[in-house]
Each structure stands twice: as C-alpha cells, then as structure tokens.
C-alpha cells in the first residue's frame, strides 16, 4: 500500500546504501570518511519486529488522525454501531476503571468502531488494519477481558504476539488495564517460562509466541484450546515476516472451537498479509484506517553549508549555543559518522543517545526508553536505526548527511519521513540540513523542487540570525 511503502522504501535506501558509498559522486555526501569497508547498516536484515517494539516504546501516546475508518460487515444489512464513549460500552465497572486509569477520555478513531464489534453477542470475527499508535492494542485487550469469566479458572483468551518482547509489551497493556479485576489472571506463554509437566494453567488470559503457545496447547497440553473463546493474532504483518510463525498460528488457530472469536490486528496490509489474515480469521469485519498522511507544511527547514564533517559538528555547536533545543535527532549516513558525532557532542557536554546498528533490540529499547524520557536530549542515529520511529515528539531534526537512495538520487519519501509531521495534529518543528558538497547541495535542490518548498539558507556564523529561526 503506498502510503505504508515509507518504512519499505527506507530498507531499499539503506540496503542500497553501500553501493552509494561506492560513488564518487555519493562520497561528496558525508560517505567519504567512512569508506573503510565497515560493517554497514545495510548488512543487518530487516527486522519489522524491533522497529515496532522501538516504535511502541518512543511513542508516548495515541496517534491521531483525521481519517475516517473504511469498514467492510460481514453481514452488510446488519446496524453499525460506533461509540464516542466508554461507558456507551457498557464495559464491567473494573475495565472502565482500568481504562480511566490508564488516562484515556474517550475511544480512538478505530476503537470507536472496533470495540462495538468485538464486544457484540455473538462475538464477531475481525480484521483491523491501521498503523502503530491507533489505539488497537488497548482494543483487543479491553475485549479479551470483557470476554472472560473470572469465575472460570482455565485459558479463555489467547494473544499470540511475533516476539518474546512484544508479548512483553501487550502483556504490560493486559495487567495495566485489568489492574482493578484481579480476579483474571495472565500467564506468559514465552520462552524462559517453564511449567512442570502435568500443569493445568488456571489463567483466563495467555499472552505468548506462536512456537511456545502451540507447544503449549498440543504436545505439553498446559492448554486445552477448545475452551478458547477469543484468540487474538497481532501484528499479522511482523508475524508474517518470521519464517515458521504463519505456520505455527495457523496450526494453532485450527485447534480452536468454531465458536471462539478471532481477530486480527496489522499496522499494514500488504496481499501477503491478507491472504494470511483470510486464513486465520473466517467471516470477518474489516475495519481499515488510512495512514495519516505527513507534511512538511508547518516545519521550518534550513540548510547549512559546511567543507567537511569537522565543519558540520561546528555549525551544529552554534546552532546549539544560539538556541534552546529542547530535543533533536541528528540522522547520519554511516554508523561510524554517528559513533564519532554522538563522541564529539557528549564531548562538548550535551547528554547524548547514540542508536546503533550492532546494539541488541534491548539496548537499543534501553536508549529509546530514555531519549523518551528525556534523560537524554540528542539522539544520534542512522537510518536503519530510526526507521519506524515516531519523530512527532522531537522538535528538531537535523539531517547531518542527506538521504540519497541507492542511485544516488534524493530519497524524498525519508526525508519527509524523518522530518514531517502529520496532518493538523502535528506540532511546529525545525528541520536542519547540513550540506557539504555540490553534490548534496543538489540533493537539497531536488528535495526543494519536489516539495516545492523553499529550504532556506542559514549562516550558522552569525548567532543573531540563528536565535531568529527559534522564533
Ligand atoms: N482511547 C485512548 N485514549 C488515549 N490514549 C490511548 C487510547 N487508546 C490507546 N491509547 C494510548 O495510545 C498509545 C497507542 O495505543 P496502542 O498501543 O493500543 O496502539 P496500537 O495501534 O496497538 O499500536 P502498535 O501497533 O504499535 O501496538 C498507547 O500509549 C496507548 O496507551
């Protein structure tokens, strides 16, 4: 789907990136110091799974959007309901407080119409597609607890998640919103927890990936399957990225009774991901929410020009001393430019994240974790790094090296990625451009004409015209 195709095209333009760095006319733009033969960012696969995780952890809440929901009834002559509010939902009075708690006032645009369907009797089948932060977690957790019968002391609700810390994560939205049920009970089924042989889980609530809960409903049988009511598959899209977990789910979805509620949560829906979704969820609701569409409309972009990397760090300096910055990302094309840059700044005193290829998920999670918490004011990364991060929050981007595609043409749909903002929801921010060369200032230039949108030039040697641009 185009307008899901950004995180796509940005794997092409890192997985391209080395030969970038091959050209001459590529090294003009912040590659040539780094042309050493280094293990690039391009060599690490694609991993949809960390970039969701790292997406959930940076966002800190919902994403809005001014699109409406498509949604598609299996039985088309029948009433669609939408709520505006909670208590229309007539949810059990210890969910309602757990979603209170939770600090939501009203349902998401994909809740409104999703937690009506999946809470109706007869429960009803759904697929639901909309990017990452709409809220569809919250959604299928609110009705997997609405489905149990605390007084029921087996599994009733099954969530599989791709990984061990995604189920983590959707696990933390299980015990936070039923904070005040503590009659219902979750269980992780996840690597790393092992039950005695012979255990009959009293759990209503299993959270787990598709190997470990396959395992666990068929060959150690913790689980009996066909007392599931409602099973949840989400991140269809991720999951469909591992080799094995289509199989597993689908293994595991047969086990189930007919009457056990499916759903099936994506944040794209590419063919692959709905033949999957077909096989997994019989008879379903659709319910889509088209991406919101980024703009460049209310960032201020400048660029500066430099003769070298030493320069840009220079002008950087300035553009710190000049200015308040409450948080910035600072992109660069190489994991060695940003290991020197992230050097050089924590140098100069700034409290620096640096976000790096070879960093474990976890580590990375840990540095996410605290640039979101403001511990850390700069976060320093490349591409692959940043790819699916959410940048709303942060109110300065500088691109310290252009995005150039593999032909060394300019990589539009990054840049407008890293630097854009959605709709009318999203904030004011500042975008600086450090450019080094005739061959990246005629990147700018076609970024310029392809927005058709004036970049403008800053001299970051004169500090009043630096405070100006704060203003
Ligand atoms: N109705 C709501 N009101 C306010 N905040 C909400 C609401 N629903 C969810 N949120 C918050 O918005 C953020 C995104 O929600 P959620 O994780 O459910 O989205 P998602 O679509 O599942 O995203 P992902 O695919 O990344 O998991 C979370 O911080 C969540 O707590």
């Not at 799974?49 to 088309?76: F, G, M, W, Y």
């Amino acid at each position: 789907m185009a307008s899901d195709s950004w995180a796509q095209a940005v794997d092409e333009q890192e997985a391209a990136a080395e030969s970038v760095d091959d050209k001459p006319k590529a090294e003009a733009n912040g590659a040539k110091t780094e042309g050493d033969g280094e293990k690039r960012e391009d060599d690490d696969k694609d991993d949809k799974a960390a970039q969701s995780l790292l997406n959930k952890l940076i966002r800190s809440n919902l994403v809005n959007t001014t699109n409406q929901v498509e949604v598609l009834q299996r039985d088309p002559t029948s009433p669609l309901y939408s709520v505006k509010s909670f208590e229309e939902l007539r949810l059990k009075p210890q969910l309602l407080q757990g979603v209170y708690a939770m600090g939501f006032n009203r349902p998401s645009k994909i809740q409104e119409t999703a937690l009506p369907m999946m809470l109706a009797e007869p429960p009803q089948n759904l697929i639901a597609q909309s990017q990452s932060g709409t809220g569809k977690t919250a959604a299928f957790v609110l009705a997997m607890l609405s489905h149990v019968d605390p007084e029921n002391k087996w599994p009733q609700c099954l969530c599989v998640s791709p990984t061990y810390e995604l189920a983590l994560q959707t696990g933390k939205v299980i015990e936070q919103m039923g904070k005040f049920y503590p009659e219902v009970q979750l269980v992780y089924a996840i690597r790393g927890n092992k039950l005695e042989r012979g255990t009959k889980l009293q759990e209503q609530v299993v959270i787990g990936t598709p190997g470990t809960v396959l395992d666990w409903c068929q060959k150690l049988k913790f689980i009996d399957p066909r007392k599931i009511k409602v099973f949840v598959l989400d991140e269809a899209d991720v999951m469909i990225a591992t080799q094995g977990h289509q199989d597993q789910s689908i293994r595991i979805q047969r086990m189930l009774p007919k009457t056990c509620q499916m759903l099936l949560f994506s944040a794209t829906f590419e063919d692959t991901v709905w033949n999957f979704a077909k096989r997994i969820v019989p008879d379903p609701n659709i319910i889509k929410l088209k991406r919101e569409e980024e703009t460049l409309d209310t960032i201020k972009q400048y660029y500066v020009i430099c003769n070298s990397k030493e320069e840009k760090f220079q002008a950087l300096c300035n553009i710190y001393g000049a200015i308040t910055i409450a948080q910035a990302m600072i992109f660069c094309h190489t994991r060695k430019t940003a290991g020197w840059l992230a050097g050089e700044l924590s140098r100069e005193g700034h409290q620096v994240a640096l976000l790096s290829g070879e960093m474990q998920v976890e580590q990375r999670a840990a540095v996410i974790e605290r640039f979101r918490d403001g511990k850390e004011k700069v976060l320093v990364t490349t591409n692959v790094c940043a790819r699916g991060i959410d940048v709303e929050q942060v109110s300065v981007v500088i691109n310290f090296d252009l995005p150039v595609d593999k032909d060394g043409n300019p990589d539009n749909e990054t840049y407008l990625h890293r630097i854009g903002r959605t709709g009318r929801f999203g904030k004011r921010g500042l975008a600086i451009n450090m450019v080094d060369s005739r061959f990246s200032m005629n990147i700018l230039d076609r970024i310029q004409e392809h927005f058709n949108k004036k970049i403008e030039k800053l001299d970051t040697d004169d500090l009043d015209e630096i405070e100006k641009i704060a203003n």
